[in-house]
């Protein structure tokens, strides 16, 4: 949509307002989690709603206004609430009820420029996610509260940082911290494309139980991806490396390496590769701490290793995506998980998946996930069953 201005600008802002756009998501799930360490079986609906207006461009300036609503379906059967979870004889269903501000920010924009500038509460996904993610599988998305600029008017170049004081967790409750993230990626060849990243965190009780009084923590690291095609099937790689050291007054023990490599093949009808990720350990007394990432993204579906056990973590998976017909889509996954610290067996896991475009904006996903111990943990088998209906517009 073209720029609502003229000489009188002022006159201008009613219609950048009415000539903007609604934002609908309505997101209702179904939830069945088996947990051995359980006497009951978790079951109940959850729902999302979120409504609001973005509006027109005026002098490269647009407003996002969002209201969410999480809230049950049914009976509820499960736990929602973290401090009961050694409580409850359910298990735990971190999709409490919650009503509040969703996204509600002012961004500006100069695509002549290259100069991108966010201001206000916001999702924030640096690269990959594996860092910092808004975890949007839950039905109250990480939210947080600053300012985001990226740069890319220079050719095969792209520089984004931010500063955040504060985020909204997936219970919905907002929480204080000091956040800088920094991220420079130049694309040396089509298709390929090397990024630096640092992610500065300070904050004590960040959501990892390490049993430490300061979990703050600074990441610096690199990664390389892109693909090349033969024959008519991309081949991909990716390699990345990163060093979580203490950060502000965090404890001196937060101290570990991350890496990752994976490589893979793929079509446009199918994908197939495999991963092999490090969550490192400084001896068996720290294991790599990663409270800001997409969790439902890595290290498996039953969130297992939402924190990860002193000894790290080894995470070894294939991923399969097969496009059955042109509305359906299978995709599936297969962990085999290792401590980095005294090689002890952590169990496996598989994930799979089945997704139905039904119509431009409306989709439906079913997943199931089993994880089962290893000799080296005392861990219990789950199993976790979604079936999701999402529409967008």
Wanted: net charge negative; with cysteine.
């Amino acid at each position: 949509m073209g720029q609502c201005q003229d000489r009188d600008g002022a006159a201008d802002i009613p219609r950048a307002i009415a000539g903007g756009r609604p934002i609908v998501e309505l997101r209702p799930r179904y939830n069945y989690l088996d947990e051995a360490e359980y006497p009951e079986t978790g079951e109940g609906g959850t729902m999302r709603t979120v409504l609001g207006w973005i509006t027109a461009p005026y002098y490269g300036i647009r407003v996002r206004l969002e209201a969410i609503n999480a809230s049950h379906l049914g009976a509820k059967r499960f736990n929602d609430d973290p401090s009961q979870i050694n409580a409850s004889p359910y298990p735990l269903l971190p999709d409490p009820m919650y009503t509040g501000v969703n996204q509600a920010h002012v961004e500006y924009s100069n695509d002549d420029a290259g100069v991108h500038l966010r201001l206000g509460r916001q999702v924030v996904r640096l690269d990959n996610q594996r860092w910092v993610s808004d975890n949007d599988f839950r039905q109250v998305p990480q939210l947080f509260e600053g300012a985001w600029a990226s740069f890319d008017g220079l050719e095969k170049t792209e520089l984004e940082a931010g500063y955040f004081t504060k985020v909204r967790n997936t219970s919905g409750v907002t929480n204080d911290l000091r956040l800088t993230v920094l991220r420079a990626a130049c694309n040396p060849l089509e298709g390929h494309s090397i990024a630096a990243y640092a992610v500065l965190h300070d904050q004590a009780a960040n959501g990892a139980f390490t049993g430490f009084a300061d979990n703050s923590y600074r990441v610096v690291g690199a990664k390389a991806e892109g693909a090349a095609r033969l024959q008519g099937i991309d081949v991909a790689y990716i390699a990345e490396y990163a060093r979580q050291r203490p950060y502000a007054n965090g404890d001196s023990r937060v101290d570990a390496d991350y890496w990752r490599l994976g490589a893979g093949a793929a079509t446009p009808r199918w994908t197939a590769r495999y991963d092999y990720e490090v969550k490192g350990s400084n001896s068996g007394q720290y294991g790599v701490q990663m409270p800001l990432t997409d969790f439902y993204r890595y290290n498996g579906w039953t969130l297992t290793f939402f924190n990860t056990p002193r000894q790290g973590l080894r995470d070894g998976w294939l991923t399969l995506r097969w496009q059955l017909l042109d509305p359906l889509t299978f995709y599936g996954e297969a962990h085999r998980f290792r401590s980095d610290f005294g090689g002890l067996d952590l169990g496996r896991e598989n994930d799979v998946g089945l997704t139905w475009s039904i119509m431009d904006g409306l989709e439906a996903r079913l997943q199931h996930a089993r994880y089962d111990p290893g000799a080296g943990t005392a861990n219990d088998a789950i199993r976790k069953t979604w079936l999701t209906l999402t529409y967008a517009y």
